[in-house]
């Protein structure tokens, strides 16, 4: 049986390296019941590294939580199970409900831009989503933003950057246009590791955003 100490230890090394081996999720889910949030937050960051419908079940409890920043870790716990569509569902029911916590981070993850600081990154667009937030005029920068950044032009990315081409604003044709010809927009700290790259880059707009020569598909 898995001790709220032994719980905590994970936690603590999830954040730190994360978890090579997975705990069981039936020995975490009786924690998200615990009435101190520390220890809810303890059991998601366990969670994000767990396998199965049980680990699904608890990640979508955690964006159900009444605390913001349960809600939160679990959004930021959620990238390994994104081929859930409950849990796509949810993630983006939090961006369009801007729920407090979690709507920012959940739509890093849909935008497959998330990079969490124990382990756990969001790297591939979820394009369906992208499509539904982008008919959201409030939304619709963000979904064209996670597609210019996106690292592969997939079938999927490639239709709905498009779209943006065909029925977009000008500024944002040429946004896609630009990605489609095989550039992409990339933050300041994914350039770090390439000194050529980052002095060929060109700055896209505010000071940590630049447009970079995509990599080969």
Known sequence: MLTAEALRALARQAVASGLETAVPADEILPYLDSDDRNIRVAALRALAFADGSAAV???????????????EVAAKSAPRFMSDPRVVARLRQAVERDETGSARPAMQVLGGVYLSPYGLAATEPVTEALAALAEHPRYRWQALLALLRARHLTPEVTALLRTFVRD???????FATRRLDGFRVAHDTELRGDPE???????????????????PA
Do not use: M
Not at 62 to 68: A, S
Not at 197 to 215: H, I, K, P
């Open 197 to 215: 790259a980052r002095r060929n880059a060109e700055r896209a707009w505010g000071n940590v955003l630049y447009w970079a020569r995509a990599d």
């Open 57 to 71: 079940d608890g990640i979508l409890r955690g964006l159900d939580d009444p605390v913001k920043r349960v809600r």
């Open 168 to 174: 977009g604003s000008k500024e944002e044709a040429v």
